[in-house]
């Protein structure tokens, strides 16, 4: 996965744990991508094991269950941990 998906994954993950999306359209604004990229964001969240519902009262995307930690870590070519 590369450093600017990492990015926007974590860009994301933290918007919607302050219930600060707004639309589809309006984060896909936010985050500089297609709202379809906003999909295939929020599905790979989802495949994480995340809870991730739309209220359409707030308009913000927000975690159906206890707030989804995300961390990323670094293999080296070695199968190392960094």
Request: charged share 30%.
């Amino acid at each position: 996965m590369s450093a600017k998906i990492i990015y926007r994954l974590n860009k994301l993950h933290q918007m919607i744990v302050e219930k600060k999306t707004g639309t589809p359209a309006e984060l896909s604004k936010k985050i500089k991508v297609s709202e379809r990229q906003i999909r295939n964001y929020i599905g790979i969240l989802k495949e994480m094991g995340s809870h991730i519902g739309f209220c359409r009262k707030s308009q913000s995307y927000y975690y159906k269950k206890e707030v989804f930690n995300i961390e990323f870590g670094y293999v080296d070519d070695r199968g190392n941990e960094e």
